[in-house]
Structure formats: structure tokens, C-alpha cells
């Protein structure tokens, strides 16, 4: 900490605008965990905290710390996500990702492994020959396993197709969880199985979630 600021390196997983200029970031980093801060005049037209208060956008954000909250002094985004949200599929994919970490995650709880599990999901998303509902899939069981919550095996009956990517997607390193393909019946039991868990452990509904499944 130097003055008072703060530097984290994070992604912005929600926006919600305060007053008619300013807004209020839900941000996801590696060394605190979630945290929330604000970022004065950012709805301003010209600002340039416009462009790096919004989701998806990764870097290294600089925010002073007040007596009860974060103010944001400056950033620099490595990503922006931007082919995302060039298509409302992608959008509401990537959207999810987003809310199902801020579910998982706890201000001033640190685990970096989830902002990197979520960095390298994005990245699949945007892999045209990567199908995204395994995609989808990959990211709610890994995101299980971290939380620590979860079927070491499939829950319901499956093949042995589910059942090696089942424990792959478990216990694989994260930079070679996108890198396999299996068959649409696999794929389906998988689904099956992610959702039951999912149904299981946790303990809310997605708003996100609701409008995927109506694409």
C-alpha cells in the first residue's frame, strides 16, 4: 500500500450505477478476493473510468482505501472480453461465468484459483471450435470443485465417457481444462449430472442462469 492505494489485479464482475455519474464495482481479484469500490464520474460521458468499469474487463486497478469503502484511482486492462459480447449467446454465457463467481466467492476471501479458473473460461468462450455448453459444463463442475463442494463422482448413472470427464475436469490443472472434446451423448450425461449437482449444492437461483436456458 503506498498513500493509501491500494493494487490489485482482478476483473470487474458487476457495475451498478450509483446516483446519475458515479458507479459501484463488484470486482473479483487475486490477492483480496471480492471487493466492491467506486468509481466517481465513471457514468460521465468522456470519463475515463467509463471503459474500465465494466464486465469482464481484467487488469490492475489502483483504489484508495477509505475509511469505509474503495474509490477507484486508476487501472490497466490487459482484456477486455470484447468479442463477448458481440453476439447475445456469448453474452449471456460469459455473463453467467460472471455471476456464478461473485455465488462462490466472499469479500476479503482470497482464493486466487477461482480468478484464474474464470480468466481461462472466458478465453474458451471464445474458442469457435470449443462447443460452449461444455464449456458451460467444464466451469459449474470445476467451480464445485474448488468451492470444495462436490461429487468426487458423477451423481447419476453415466457412461464411461461422463465418468472420465467427470474426474479430468476434477482434478485436470486449469490451463488443460479446455482442451479435450467428447461426444454429444457424453455431453448430455455430463449436463445431467453437473445439474444435479448444481441442484444440490447450490442454494440459489442464477438470474443469469434463467436467461441462458431460454436461448
Not at 470519463?47 to 490497466?76: H, I
Not at 453415466?158 to 479446455?178: D, M, N, Q, V
Request: net charge negative; glycine share 8%.
Amino acid at each position: 500500500m503506498r498513500n493509501g492505494v491500494i493494487e490489485v489485479t482482478g476483473m470487474v464482475l458487476s457495475v451498478m450505477p450509483v446516483g446519475e455519474r458515479d458507479r459501484r464495482v463488484a470486482l473479483l481479484t487475486l490477492e483480496q478476493g471480492k471487493l466492491s469500490f467506486f468509481a466517481r464520474g465513471a457514468g460521465r460521458p468522456g470519463s475515463p473510468f467509463m471503459g474500465v468499469t465494466r464486465p469482464f474487463a481484467y487488469g490492475k486497478f489502483s483504489l484508495f482505501q477509505g475509511r469505509d469503502s474503495y474509490t477507484l484511482e486508476g487501472a490497466e486492462i490487459a482484456n477486455y472480453f470484447e468479442s463477448l459480447t458481440l453476439d447475445v449467446e456469448s453474452t449471456c454465457y460469459g455473463t453467467y461465468f460472471l455471476e456464478l463467481m461473485d455465488y462462490y466467492n466472499r469479500e476479503y476471501a482470497p482464493e486466487p484459483r477461482y480468478l484464474k479458473l474464470l480468466y481461462f473460461s472466458l478465453l474458451a468462450l471464445q474458442k469457435p471450435a470449443l462447443p460452449r455448453e461444455l464449456t458451460r459444463r467444464i466451469f459449474e463442475l470445476r467451480s464445485m470443485v474448488t468451492d470444495g463442494s462436490y461429487d468426487p463422482e458423477p451423481p447419476l448413472r453415466s457412461g464411461e465417457g461422463c465418468a472420465y470427464t467427470w474426474h479430468y475436469i476434477c482434478t485436470a490443472p486449469l490451463e488443460k481444462l479446455y482442451t479435450f472434446a467428447i461426444s454429444e451423448e457424453s455431453l448430455a450425461e455430463l449436463g445431467e449430472n453437473v445439474d444435479a449437482s448444481l441442484h444440490r449444492y447450490v442454494d440459489r437461483t442464477l438470474h443469469s442462469l434463467e436467461i441462458l436456458k431460454l436461448l
